[in-house]
């Protein structure tokens, strides 16, 4: 019982991070704002890591390729940061 509630709420979640990922993406397209299309760009990643979690169930020698999709969300959510921040010249 418990394995199908994780594997319920992992496709909650990829649901949740697919839709925000078009919410920047309808930003990003009004504003051509690279901080939007980066975060957009996140949050799908973060939705394939939650995806193939719950559906492929990965062992534990493959589950570090998984998180390295959240690496990568997270990395470009500190590069759009960090960009948007940098002063101007």
Partial sequence: MRGHLVVFLQGVSAAG???AGLFFLRFWQESRDTLFAFFGA??????LSWT??????P???SRPYVYGLR???????IAATVE??????
């Fill in 71 to 77: 690496l990568i969300a997270f990395l470009l959510i």
């Fill in 17 to 19: 991070a697919w839709a």
């Fill in 42 to 47: 996140a949050f799908w990643l973060l939705a």
């Fill in 59 to 61: 062992t534990e020698e």
């Fill in 84 to 89: 948007k921040n940098r002063p101007k010249r």
């Fill in 52 to 57: 193939l979690l719950a559906l492929i169930g």
